[in-house]
């Protein structure tokens, strides 16, 4: 059973930046595919990023491209996601998910595993 664990969310104006983390423990680390989601308020839980078991594939989605960098440490089983230039519309709740794969999407069914989440607010 894998258990993920966020951290790292929080408030900040828009233009700042914040790091999100990920710890994972309970699997072998470098076999997962990890990923990044976010549910704001009355919307759907959307893929902001993933990145692939080895690091060398990630993919985001359009509208954080150049502004958010996914990484991940398979020293420290842990996955990051870099948040720079925020804006408004980047606040939500922020989920770090696994799935037994080399490669992962934006498919929610994908990922068997989540985290509990982290609040990310963005004020203009």
């Known amino acids: 059973q894998v258990q993920l664990v966020e951290s790292g969310g929080g408030s900040v104006q828009a233009g700042g930046s914040l790091r999100l983390s990920c710890a994972a423990s309970?699997?072998?680390?470098?076999?997962?595919?990890m990923a990044w989601w976010r549910q704001a308020p009355g919307q759907e839980r959307e893929g902001v990023a993933a990145?692939?078991?080895?690091?060398?594939?990630?993919y985001y989605r359009d509208s954080v491209k150049g502004r958010f960098t996914i990484s991940r440490d398979n020293t420290k089983n842990t996955v990051y996601l870099q948040m720079n230039s925020l804006k408004p519309e980047d606040t939500a709740i922020y989920y770090c998910?696994?799935?037994?794969?080399?490669?992962?999407?934006?498919?929610?069914?994908?990922?068997?595993?989540w985290g509990q989440g982290t609040q990310v607010t963005v004020s203009s």
């Open positions: 309970g699997y072998t680390y470098s076999r997962l595919c």
């Open positions: 990145i692939s078991t080895g690091g060398s594939y990630t």
């Open positions: 998910a696994a799935a037994r794969a080399i490669y992962c999407g934006f498919r929610p069914d994908e990922y068997g595993y």
